[in-house]
């Protein structure tokens, strides 16, 4: 049983930055990918950063130079740091954690996600 929880969001104006946690419980092995991905009301959910074991990185155009993900692998923890946040960056922002052999996803786990707010 692994829950994963969500953490550090909340009202921020324009230009303004935040910094999301996500720390998983109940675990017994490490994640081969974590990740943060984004929903606003009426659109689908949405990739936002993602970040392997190794450390390589990927992230949606509209976030890049802007937010930052990393993790500590003693921790199974991972991060987002947000800066020069916009208002279309206002969603429920949701971790993401999958163990995977080679290219086969064998468990992928959600968090509860977390509000952020960008007021303009």
């Known amino acids: 049983q692994v829950q994963l929880v969500e953490s550090g969001g909340g009202l921020v104006q324009a230009g303004g930055s935040l910094r999301l946690s996500c720390a998983p419980s109940?675990?017994?092995?490490?994640?081969?990918?974590m990740g943060w991905y984004r929903q606003a009301p009426g659109k689908q959910r949405e990739l936002v950063a993602t970040?392997?074991?190794?450390?390589?990185?990927n992230y949606a155009d509209s976030v890049k130079g802007r937010f930052s993900i990393s993790r500590d692998n003693a921790k199974n923890t991972v991060y987002l740091q947000m800066n020069s946040l916009k208002p279309e960056d206002t969603a429920v922002y949701y971790c993401?954690?999958?163990?995977?052999?080679?290219?086969?996803?064998?468990?992928?786990?959600w968090g509860q996600g977390t509000q952020v707010t960008v007021s303009s």
């Open positions: 970040i392997t074991s190794g450390g390589r990185t």
């Open positions: 993401n954690a999958v163990k995977a052999y080679g290219s086969i996803t064998v468990n992928d786990y």
């Open positions: 109940g675990t017994i092995f490490s994640f081969n990918v």
